[in-house]
């Protein structure tokens, strides 16, 4: 049912011409107790999708939609206005585009994003400088990193990093799985000035599938004077991507976050608006 009415208001929007439409009562009343009030939100949003018509296309003075109840009763344009623009405004600009999630401990800030349209899973660790009371006080590098739990991406890939599917332990990436990818650096630990301040970023490309934060989980293995050699027997453990001058705890963690709208709804949400401001302007003048 809500698509027949977004299919219908939509097409008038594009045509932008004269057009009445009648919603089924039952639609718009609100829902019985314990029940669900989906319906009357999908209504809402098809209200909304008309409203925004009305406000878009009455520069030429045209009533583009006039909603009615079936029965007969009318609504008043400014109700579908102001309520229908609060909707889309939940409904469109609320839509998540990107996740952004951060975790700060230990005078670090982590902070995993999903970047380029969905291709791009973004790593960026900064530090204003670590202090006494940090695990990684000392630290003057960062060699290697796992990331799982992060959707159904597949094909991972890091320019200058190898990438197994062991998992991140306190010599390297060697033993265990990972449901991710376990990055070590080729050339070395990453360098910075001791005890920083430092700001990392790591842009992971995929191959396949789709990025999901939701339950990810990040670890780090910082270094003092660490060196990385790959595909080695690494000390105490079996062969794999190996690292040395571990410092500090391995953090291994969730990154908690939550998604943020993307530039482009909001610019719709304030062409709507906009063009709200004009359609009472003209309807206040007729």
């Not at 919603?23 to 989906?38: H, T």
């Not at 709208?261 to 004009?278: D, F, K, N, R, W």
Request: charge should be positive; charged fraction near 10%; glycine fraction near 12%.
């Amino acid at each position: 049912m809500l698509y027949n009415h977004l299919k219908m208001l939509s097409f008038m929007l594009v045509q932008c011409r004269t057009f009445s439409y009648t919603v089924k009562k039952p639609y718009i009343q609100a829902p019985s107790k314990g029940k669900s009030s989906l319906n009357s939100l999908y209504i809402l949003i098809a209200y909304g999708i008309g409203a925004l018509g009305q406000a878009m296309c009455s520069r030429d003075g045209q009533l583009i939609l006039r909603l009615r109840l079936e029965g007969g009763e009318y609504m008043k344009g400014k109700m579908i206005v102001l309520v229908g623009m609060m909707v889309l405004a939940l409904g469109l600009v609320g839509t998540p585009a990107s996740w952004a999630n951060s975790l700060t401990t230990n005078d670090v800030t982590f902070n995993l994003t999903i970047e380029n349209g969905g291709s791009t899973l973004r790593l960026n660790i900064v530090s204003a400088g670590l202090t006494a009371s940090s695990t990684w006080f000392g630290a003057n590098g960062f060699a290697a990193f796992e990331v799982k739990d992060i959707g159904t991406a597949t094909g991972l890939s890091l320019t200058g990093w190898s990438n197994t599917d062991n998992a991140l332990s306190d010599n390297g990436c060697a033993n265990g799985n990972t449901s991710g990818g376990c990055f070590v650096r080729i050339a070395g630990p990453v360098s910075f000035p001791t005890n920083g301040p430092f700001n990392l970023t790591f842009n992971i490309s995929k191959s396949g599938g789709t990025f999901d934060l939701t339950n990810n989980h990040l670890k780090v293995l910082f270094t003092i004077n660490g060196t990385t050699t790959i595909n080695a027997n690494c000390v105490g453990q079996s062969f794999g991507d190996c690292v040395t001058g571990k410092v500090g705890s391995l953090l291994s963690t969730n990154i908690p976050g939550t998604s943020t709208p993307e530039p482009a709804s909001l610019l719709l949400l304030g062409a709507g608006l906009a063009g709200v401001g004009i359609w009472r302007r003209k309807t206040a003048t007729v």
